[in-house]
């Protein structure tokens, strides 16, 4: 029974912080895309863009990609702590496990943004088609946050991982919403909403630490 209690503490707190790790490495992905302006139409000009913010949408794409594994481990354990509301929850990480492939498909498009393959040299239009497919992942990773965070927190507000956690949440959640649009809203409204998820994450994460699973 001891042994079972540690077993279970220990992974709880590798969820929580698998999250947190996973939260500032989201807010680090966030930063290096905050002085990208939009893309440019002209052809030439798109290539310039493209050019300029290389490093930016490199580095941009490995974080992404480590920030995504993190979040594994964190569904299972915020699954297993959140149960007060089963059916909610069972959604809410199911959302949230629905969001890691669209992210790992948007870590391709940045990584072609990004680095050469076999030196393929991509037109504008091709670009302009990538482009496109990584807006409109962003688009539905934030929908996908949105809805995950809202119906999660509902649960956790009636949990012991606390109703500071479910109201922060909240407005994150609703924030998400605005970060969905990046072509209506300037980058510093965008970085506001995509911190409010991080400092979110960093919050349940610590919260998780030391919990014992269901």
């Excluded at 920030?67 to 059916?87: D, M, W």
């Excluded at 629905?98 to 940045?110: F, T, Y």
């Excluded at 970085?191 to 699973?213: D, K, N, P, S, T």
Aim: glycine share 8%.
């Amino acid at each position: 029974m001891i042994l079972e209690m540690k077993t279970s503490n220990s992974f709880s707190t590798f969820g929580g912080i698998a999250l947190i790790v996973s939260g500032v490495l989201f807010l680090a992905q966030s930063l290096f895309l905050l002085p990208v302006p939009g893309p440019p139409l002209a052809d030439s000009d798109l290539l310039s863009w493209l050019q300029d913010w290389k490093l930016h949408f490199a580095m941009a794409d490995e974080l992404l990609f480590f920030a995504t594994l993190g979040v594994i481990p964190s569904i299972i354990v915020l699954y297993r702590l959140a149960k007060t509301a089963q059916a909610q929850t069972l959604l809410a990480c199911g959302i949230m496990a629905i969001i890691l492939p669209v992210n790992m498909v948007i870590v391709v498009i940045l990584g072609r943004l990004a680095y050469p393959v076999y030196g393929i040299e991509l037109d504008a239009e091709s670009y302009r088609l990538l482009l496109s497919l990584y807006y409109g992942g962003v688009h539905t990773v934030a929908l996908l946050w949105s809805a995950a965070v809202i119906l999660i927190c509902f649960v956790i507000r009636k949990s012991p991982l606390g109703k500071t956690v479910a109201y922060f949440g909240f407005a994150a959640g609703i924030l998400q919403l605005v970060g969905a649009y990046p072509w209506l809203f300037n980058n510093v409204t965008i970085f506001v909403a995509q911190l409010m998820l991080c400092v979110w994450f960093v919050m349940l994460g610590i919260r998780m630490i030391g919990r014992r699973l269901e």
